[in-house]
C-alpha cells in the first residue's frame, strides 16, 4: 500500500510532507525521502537497467531532493518571518506545544551560541532542533541573507543524505516493505507502542526535574510590596544573552546575571533576600539559579512565580536595556540599584 501510494503520488507527496513537517506538524519526511529514493531506483531497474546504477534515476532523484528542499524554505521562511515578527511569543506558544516545554529554547540558544548561524545546515539533523532552530533564528535577528543560505544547503543536505541513503540500499528498503505489507497493522500497532514509549519516558524526565526544582516561589504580588520595604530584595534576572536581546525589558533595578556571575555576586551579604527571575516554563531557569546561589551559600533565595512575563502582564514598569547590556551584563544604572 506505502509503495503504491509512493508511486501514485511521487513529488506531491514528498513536498506535502516536507512543508508539513517543517510547519511543526508530527509528521517525519525522512522516511518518505528514504523510501521515494529507494522506490525511484527501483523502478528505474524494472525499466530496463540490469547493472550498475541506472543512469535513469539521476533525473527523478535530483527531483526529489529539489522539491523536498523548496517544501522546507516555505516553512522554514515563514517560522523565521513569525520569529523575526513576534520574537519571545512564537518561542514561547512553540514550548507549549512541546513534549520538552521547560528545556526547548534554552537547547536551541545553546547551539546558536555555539555555532551561530551555521548550526542551521545541520539542525533538520538534529531531533528536537530542526523546528525551534528557525524561529530563534528570526527572533535573535539573523540577517534574512544569511538564514536563506544556511537553511537552504541545510535543506539540500538534508533531503539529499535521505535520498541517496534510500538509492543506495533500494533492495533492503524493498525488502522492508515486503515486511510492513506481510505484517500490516501489526507493524502499525508496534509504532503506536513505541511511540506511548517513547512519551512516557520524556513525560517522566519532565516530572522529575520539576520534582528537583520544586521549591517555594515569590509572587507577584509580594515582591512589589517587598520592593517597597527596606531593604528591598536583590531582583536577579537569570535570562540568557539571547533571551535578553530578543525582550530588551527587565524589572526596574535587577541584576543581569553573565557568565561571570561570582564577581558580580561577591559583594552581596549571603542573607539578604535574593529573587531570581527568568521567561521560560515552570520557572525553570530561574529554580536552576536559585538552587545554584544555596549552594553557594546564600540563605533566602527565591524564583519569581511567573517571571518577567507574570510581571508584564500584572502592569508594573519595565526598565529597557540597551543592546550591549542585554548581551553583555548589568548597564552601570542597574548595577548600583541592585547593590544597595
Known sequence: ML???????????????????CLGLPLPALPTLVLTGAITVSASFASGAVSGFPAAAWGPLAAI??????????????????????????????????ISRDTCVNRSLDFFGRFGVRILALSK??????????????????????FLFYDALGALLWSGIGVAFGAMFADLVDRMLA????????????????????LAVRWWQRVSLLRRLRMARIDIAMLRALLDGEPPPLVIDVRRRERRAMDPFAIPGALLLHDDA???????????????????????????????????????????????????????ALEPLMIEDAVNGAAPVIAKSSSA
Open 3 to 21: 509503495r503504491e501510494l509512493i508511486i501514485e503520488y511521487g513529488l506531491p507527496l514528498v513536498f506535502a510532507n516536507v512543508l508539513l513537517e
Open 65 to 98: 531532493v529539489v522539491t523536498a528542499s523548496i517544501a522546507a524554505l516555505l516553512g522554514d521562511t515563514l517560522w523565521f518571518w513569525l520569529g523575526r515578527r513576534y520574537g519571545s511569543r512564537v518561542l514561547a506558544f512553540m514550548c507549549k506545544v512541546s
Open 125 to 146: 539533523f538534529i531531533p528536537g532542533l530542526s523546528t525551534l532552530a528557525i524561529p530563534v533564528a528570526g527572533a535573535t535577528g539573523i540577517g534574512f541573507g544569511s
Open 179 to 198: 515486511w510492513l505489507d506481510l505484517f500490516g497493522r501489526g507493524v502499525i500497532a508496534l509504532a503506536v507502542i513505541a511511540l506511548a514509549l517513547y
Open 262 to 316: 561570582a564577581s558580580q555576586l561577591a559583594g552581596i551579604a549571603r542573607d539578604r533576600k535574593l529573587v531570581t527571575y527568568c521567561d521560560c516554563p515552570s520557572e525553570v531557569s530561574a529554580a536552576l539559579a536559585a538552587k545554584d546561589l544555596v549552594a553557594h551559600g546564600f540563605t533566602d533565595v527565591a524564583p519569581l512565580l511567573g517571571g518577567l512575563a507574570a510581571w508584564r502582564a500584572a502592569g508594573y
